[in-house]
């Protein structure tokens, strides 16, 4: 079944970097926009980061813009999130998502119709 | 930036209830809205996208209406299952911001 599965969580001090990987299966990933979404223990969803099927538009929240860079490959159906300057308000499980329509502007979008099970990211010193 | 308010935070009900949750958008987003479930240490789940149209596989008993700034999530016939949070999500325009979340409990 479709499916996306995070890694490259885990502990790390505030300041520095740890960057997250996303894998895909069981539908063609070039084709979707790719969205990362965070939740703080105990808190609501917070939308990070959105990039286009193929990589040319990415959009970003406010709260990670300049520190927090998205990108894909493509040829090995991964998405990635690049994490730098980390601070203990970017503590959350961190989930990778699909957008719902193919091959379309992102902007606007038809939601996230398939979620990874999400990995922890843990900003302390 | 788009912001998004959910009413209420927290709602009791009982099963076989209707329910009815709102989403309001600080400026119109058109029908660019999203309604997600979420059980404990669980992903979210996509219900219905944009404003109205049902997800594959989720029950006919949710339901979404509304355009421009208000919208509402119906469930006409609570559910065991349904017990949940539920997050409404504007995607009319980035950042693509959700409402801070309604938890439904048993009552």
């Known amino acids: 079944q479709v499916q996306l599965v995070e890694s490259g969580g885990g502990v790390v001090q505030p300041g520095r970097s740890l960057r997250l990987s996303c894998a895909a299966s069981?539908?063609?990933?070039?084709?979707?926009?790719m969205h990362w979404v965070r939740q703080a223990p105990g808190k609501g969803l917070e939308w990070v980061a959105l990039?286009?099927?193929?990589?040319?538009?990415?959009y970003y929240a406010d709260s990670v813009k300049g520190r927090f860079t998205i990108s894909r490959d493509n040829s090995k159906n991964t998405l990635h999130l690049q994490m730098n300057s980390l601070r203990a308000e970017d503590t959350a499980v961190y989930y990778c998502?699909?957008?719902?329509?193919?091959?379309?502007?992102?902007?606007?979008?038809?939601?996230?119709?398939?979620w990874g099970q999400g990995t922890t990211v843990t900003v302390s010193s | 930036d788009i912001q998004m308010t959910q009413s209420p935070s927290s709602l009791s009900a009982s099963v076989g209830d209707r329910v009815t949750i709102t989403c309001r958008a600080s400026?119109?987003?058109?029908?660019?809205l999203n309604w997600y479930q979420q059980k404990p240490g669980k992903a979210p789940k996509l219900l219905i996208y944009?404003?109205?149209s049902l997800q594959s596989g989720v029950p006919s008993r949710f339901s979404g209406s509304g355009s421009g700034t208000d919208f509402t999530l119906t469930i006409s016939s609570l559910q065991p299952e349904d017990f949940a949070t539920y997050y409404c999500?504007?995607?009319?325009?980035?950042?693509?911001?959700f409402g801070q979340g309604t938890r439904l409990e048993i009552k």
């Open positions: 944009p404003a109205s």
């Open positions: 990039i286009s099927y193929d990589g040319s538009n990415k």
């Open positions: 998502a699909k957008e719902k329509f193919a091959m379309r502007l992102v902007v606007p979008g038809y939601g996230m119709d398939v």
């Open positions: 069981q539908f063609t990933f070039s084709n979707y926009a």
């Open positions: 400026q119109s987003i058109s029908s660019y």
């Open positions: 999500q504007q995607s009319h325009s980035t950042p693509f911001a």
